[in-house]
């Protein structure tokens, strides 16, 4: 598995953000996953990890399992999840997305999961995803806290 580079803001990948997760996402080039283990202070009711914190963390994995794909930063124009089974805080969790169908590189569908030890789903995501406009490339790869050189800096065309 590859390991794919941290932002320095990101909540969700973001080394320097002093509130985030800095969850180390990697990928063998079909799909993308990282390990999620969800804190006391991620809880939205008793015991049971917020639902918008889930939803989050499969919006990161998917934005990444389209660019691992397309070589093309996305971002998100709709997400829909499906929560099956509470998240608990300190539970070992996994979430492991990849890209669906690639539109044209025009509109992007990935789909992931938030997965427990045993494999068991916790929640379930599809996504729509629009590539970013070139215009932005610069100030986005700007954020990153490591390399991109391997990965995808300019579109394909």
Known sequence: MLKLPHTKSCFVCGLNNPVGLKLDFETDGQIVRARFAPRPEHV?????IHGGLIA?????????AVGVRTQRFAYCAELNVRFLQPARPHEELMVVA???????????HAKGELQ?????VHAAATGKYLPVKEDNLA???????ESTENLFISPPE
């Open 44 to 48: 939205g009711f008793r015991e049971t």
């Open 56 to 64: 989050t963390v499969l919006d990161e994995a998917m934005v990444w």
């Open 98 to 108: 990849e890209l669906v169908e690639n539109r044209r590189n025009k509109l992007f």
């Open 116 to 120: 427990n030890a045993l494999g068991s």
């Open 139 to 145: 100030d986005m790869l700007s954020d990153f806290a």
